[in-house]
């Protein structure tokens, strides 16, 4: 996503590590979903995709898109099937590695 910010539209913060700029979100909380502000609003999993989309011009028709409510419905839906597989995934790619 950095890559295709090219107008720097996004603050991308990395919770992993410790960090100076203080948050209403718990950290634990922060490292299961994906959040973003938009607005002064957080969201958080496919609302916050959604968000991070609409900023960046390439993606934006999708994250317009989003903001119908059975779509995003969709998406959150998909978000959660991710989440439950991400474990699985980070296991698979830690094993393939570099080459």
Do not use: N
């Not at 989309?53 to 969709?74: D, H, Y």
């Not at 699985?88 to 080459?99: D, E, T, Y």
């Amino acid at each position: 996503m950095r890559r295709l910010d090219r107008s720097e539209a996004i603050q991308f913060i990395d919770v992993s590590e410790s960090s100076p700029i203080a948050c209403p979100i718990d950290r634990d909380a922060l490292l299961a979903r994906f959040h973003a502000s938009e607005d002064g609003k957080m969201l958080s999993g496919a609302a916050a995709f959604a968000a991070m989309w609409r900023a960046i011009p390439l993606l934006r028709p999708i994250g317009l898109l989003a903001r119908v409510p059975v779509v995003l419905a969709g998406l959150e839906i998909c978000y959660r099937a991710f989440l439950r597989l991400r474990p699985s995934l980070q296991g698979l790619a830690a094993r393939l590695g570099p080459a």
